[in-house]
């Protein structure tokens, strides 16, 4: 029996999540397994990635052969190169999240006025105003 390994597709439409399974390679995509060994996740930012190294490195043992997702897959693990005894890949660095709090700071500075603001205008009136009342009051006083 010719054994593949290979992914099994979960999840709603446009939202897939899949499980790594060891399957004979006359079953369909998503019909029955020999057994799961992982899984991948491609919609989560970054990519989620889980393989049990032990159960991969018996089944490629044994002659079970990877379809070729799942062979990127074991190769970004490091577990392909393990298997073939090559030097394992560097770990994978994920990029450092940028907060948009800075840019959002930097885009509303440059739309400050740069002349008299509205407020400011108001805040003129309301002195001549007061300033009115004032001489009205002194013009009652005397």
């Avoid at 043992?61 to 073939?84: M, N, R």
């Avoid at 959002?104 to 205008?121: N, Y």
Wanted: hydrophobic share 35%; glycine share 4%.
């Amino acid at each position: 029996m010719a054994v593949k390994i290979k992914l099994k597709r979960l999840g709603k439409i446009r939202s897939p999540h899949y499980r790594i399974v060891v399957a004979d390679s006359r079953t369909r995509r998503d019909g029955r397994a020999i057994e799961e060994i992982g899984l991948y996740h491609p919609v989560q930012n970054p990519s989620r990635i889980e393989v049990n190294a032990d159960r991969v490195a018996y089944w490629l043992s044994v002659g079970a052969q990877p379809t070729e997702p799942v062979l990127a897959i074991l190769k970004k693990t490091g577990d392909w190169q393990k298997f073939k005894g090559e030097p394992a890949p560097a770990p994978l660095l994920q990029p450092e999240v940028k907060s948009a709090r800075p840019s959002f700071e930097a885009v509303s500075a440059e739309d400050e006025p740069k002349g008299e603001a509205i407020t400011q205008k108001a805040k003129k009136a309301d002195k001549k105003a007061d300033e009115a009342k004032a001489e009205s009051a002194e013009s009652t006083e005397a």
